[in-house]
């Protein structure tokens, strides 16, 4: 039996624009989920939040719509450890999809290799503490010692103010660190200011990607990203520039679409791809960031 959204949860954008900025031949967004259809991917007894469905087919045509080659679908928190949906949606894009997993401690060698070929090439570690209820860090290492021989990378989440306490345990990881939403800054201090260029530091000392994804989650001050507006997040810019910079071999892009736990407006995804040239400004870091990085990440040595 479907259970009801969370209260004031919002739904997908039901008719995105169509983009003014072409993304470049082989785009990949590095940055989706699924939700369910609850009715065949039932959600997580132990969620924080009950969401709308959002499944394959929406991702896919939302992918077409958008201009996107290939898409790296992670794990939705609200399906717990259980990737079945995520795992469905990525054999069903061929090779068109990667995703990333959530595992438990437990999990078993024949597992990941089952996850492996189905076009995992990941697990994510969340340390947002209003979407779990505790990351363990023993437990955490276990998982990256047993993904590691895989060649996976760990995806971090977690808030920037929680980096200080975290930047030790996250570079004795033996895996690749690829950092969601660029450590979610405080985006109210400036780009230059020592709490970034810490967690810059922090990039710059390791093996560590960043995707400068959801200006829209980020901002303070928008504006926001609906009715055509050409200017959206102009408070996120400086600090998702500043990250193509400094590491333009190492970024990632993506639209986070269904968009999750967004409480104060639903994006326009046709505009959140036109917010990618203000933050990527030459042709040659949007080719980076949108094809030759994420094709690097996962799907090394393969041709566009």
């Not at 939302?62 to 079945?84: E, K, P």
């Not at 949606?89 to 090779?95: E, F, P, Q």
């Not at 209003?130 to 995806?155: N, Q, T």
């Not at 996120?236 to 993506?254: K, N, T």
Request: charged fraction near 25%; charge should be negative; aromatic fraction near 8%.
């Amino acid at each position: 039996m479907p259970t009801a959204k969370t209260p004031g949860w919002l739904d997908w954008h039901p008719d995105p624009s169509r983009p003014a900025f072409r993304l470049p031949p082989g785009a990949v967004d590095a940055h989706c989920h699924v939700f369910g259809p609850q009715a065949a991917f039932p959600f997580a007894p132990q969620r924080k939040y009950t969401p709308c469905d959002a499944g394959k087919e929406q991702l896919f045509a939302l992918r077409d719509h958008l201009g996107i080659s290939r898409t790296v679908v992670v794990q939705a928190t609200c399906h717990g450890t259980d990737n079945s949906a995520m795992v469905d949606a990525v054999r069903s894009a061929g090779n068109r999809a990667r995703g990333v997993a959530s595992v438990r401690p437990d999990v078993t060698e024949r597992e990941l290799e089952e996850l492996h070929a189905a076009g995992v090439r990941g697990v994510r570690f969340n340390f947002v503490r209003r979407l779990v209820d505790a990351s363990p860090r023993d437990d955490l290492r276990v998982i990256a010692d047993k993904v590691a021989p895989l060649g996976w990378h760990v995806v971090l989440y977690f808030e920037s103010a929680d980096l200080p306490d975290l930047e030790d345990f996250f570079a004795s990881l033996p895996t690749p660190l690829v950092v969601d939403h660029m450590g979610r800054p405080d985006v109210t201090r400036p780009a230059d200011g020592p709490e970034f260029s810490r967690f810059l530091r922090f990039v710059g000392d390791g093996d560590v990607w960043v995707k400068v994804t959801c200006p829209e989650r980020l901002s303070a001050t928008g504006p926001a990203a609906l009715n055509g507006e050409r200017l959206p997040y102009a408070d996120v810019v400086p600090f998702g520039r500043r990250v193509v910079e400094e590491f333009p071999d190492r970024v990632l892009w993506g639209t986070d679409w269904p968009h999750p736990n967004l409480t104060d407006h639903m994006p326009d995804d046709g505009l959140l791809v036109d917010y990618v040239p203000r933050i990527a400004v030459t042709p040659e870091q949007r080719r980076k960031l949108l094809v030759d990085n994420p094709m690097n990440l996962y799907w090394p040595g393969e041709e566009i």
